[in-house]
Structure formats: structure tokens, C-alpha cells
């Protein structure tokens, strides 16, 4: 049982399409993380907010757009993708995120994008 | 740039065999954690090293981070099939997290 949840757990789209995937943590955390995982690749960071304020963002293409409407819900608003986005997309959340970046991560279940 | 290097790739054993999955960092580390991503799930946090040489242990598997800081392994003894996964390291430094590519385990009854 994860306390970060994502939706839609599935997600195809054409290229002109707009989505967006949705976020939740009920941790209580501070911080919370998009993360890209494609095969045999290391996890991607994406972007990175604590305390709803952008901290990171890792040279990602602007047809990503993420939002972080408070310290329990983040999206990622998704337009114009390419073929090469498909990918499962991670949010993770942490107690905390500075100088002890020591707070383990806290994965949802990813949602499994598949751009065509 | 920082990198965290993982090897190997890909590992199968017979079920009962042990296991090893090594973490190379090019640079030192604060720390390093490791998480479990169960075929179809998601990353979960097994473990966190902080100091220099340290060795921790969870039942069957043994993590140790390297008197350097800049490496660690995770060993399993007797491999039971509920630890089929992909195991990641993560290099922590600074503000950033360094995952690394993980090592696919597949047990074989």
C-alpha cells in the first residue's frame, strides 16, 4: 500500500493530445518529485517542489508542465509529446528536501505513458 | 558529470543461491540508499548508509557502503523467489539523488 498515488495508471495519447497525471501524497511530506523511468535507463528527476515551490527543473523539454497546487497534489500537464516520452512517469514524495537530503523517497504506482 | 554505476545488469539464479549487486559512484557520497521495484510496481525504500564502512542487515540481505564512500553492495543469501526485482541504488549528494540503472534479478524455482 503506497501513501502516493497517481492517476491515471494508463495513459495513451496521440501527439496534439493535452493531458495531464495527477499526484497525491497522504504523508504529510514537504516535497514531492516527477521522476521518468525508461528501460535500462537510471531514473530520470524531472522536477522537484518543496513547500509548492519549484526547486528543480532538470533541463526538462517545455512540453512538460508541471504544477504544484499544494504540499499534497502535483501534475504534469502534458502537451505535444513526442514517440520517445512514452516512458513510466513517478512521483515520489520526501519528508523533507535541503541540506538533509537524506529523507527517503516514497513512490506512487507511476503512470504508464505511451505516446503515439 | 556525477554518475552512479550499477552492475551487473541482469542476474539469474536458482532459488536458493545468493546475490550480489554493486553501486560505483565517481564521486564521494553522503550516503546511498536502496530501493526494490517489484516487476510492474514501484520503487521501495529498503535501506539508507551514512558512515564510512558501514554494514546493515535486513534478514537475508546484507547492504555495506565502502570505507570511500563512493561504493556499495546489496547481498542476498539463499534467494527465495519473492526477491525477484530490479534493486537500485541511489548516490546521495549535495541536494541530488544519483540512481543508478539497477540490477534485474530473476529467480528460478
Known amino acids: 500500500e503506497t501513501g502516493v498515488t497517481q492517476t491515471p495508471r494508463h495513459l495513451v495519447m496521440g501527439m496534439t493530445n493535452k493531458k495531464s497525471l495527477k499526484c497525491e501524497q497522504h504523508?504529510?511530506?514537504?516535497?514531492m518529485y516527477w521522476y521518468k523511468q525508461s528501460a535500462k535507463k537510471p531514473l530520470e528527476l524531472m522536477f522537484v517542489?518543496?513547500?509548492?515551490?519549484?526547486?528543480e527543473n532538470n533541463s526538462v523539454p517545455s512540453r512538460f508542465s508541471p504544477e504544484c497546487p499544494n504540499s499534497s497534489h502535483l501534475f504534469l500537464h502534458l502537451h505535444t509529446l513526442q514517440p520517445e516520452d512514452s516512458a513510466l512517469y513517478l512521483c515520489?514524495?520526501?519528508?523533507?528536501?535541503?541540506?538533509?537530503?537524506?529523507?527517503?523517497?516514497?513512490f506512487g504506482n507511476g503512470t504508464r505513458l505511451t505516446v503515439t | 558529470g556525477q554518475q552512479v554505476m550499477q552492475i551487473p545488469q541482469y542476474q539469474h539464479v536458482q532459488e536458493g543461491e545468493d546475490f550480489t549487486t554493486y553501486c560505483n559512484s565517481s564521486?564521494?557520497?553522503?550516503?546511498i540508499q536502496w530501493y526494490k521495484q517489484r516487476p510492474g510496481g514501484h520503487p521501495v525504500f529498503l535501506i539508507q548508509l551514512v558512515k564510512s564502512g558501514e554494514v546493515k542487515k535486513q534478514k537475508r540481505l546484507t547492504f555495506q557502503f565502502g570505507e570511500a564512500k563512493k561504493n556499495s553492495s546489496l547481498h542476498i543469501t539463499a534467494t527465495q523467489t519473492t526477491d525477484v526485482g530490479t534493486y537500485f541504488c541511489?548516490?546521495?549528494?549535495?541536494?541530488?539523488?544519483?540512481f543508478g540503472t539497477g540490477t534485474s534479478l530473476t529467480v528460478i524455482p
Open positions: 541511489a548516490g546521495v549528494t549535495g541536494n541530488q539523488f544519483y
Open positions: 517542489y518543496s513547500l509548492e515551490e519549484r526547486v
Open positions: 564521486t564521494t557520497l553522503s550516503n
Open positions: 504523508l504529510g511530506h514537504n516535497a
Open positions: 515520489a514524495s520526501s519528508q523533507e528536501y535541503g541540506l538533509s537530503y537524506n529523507s527517503p523517497l516514497h
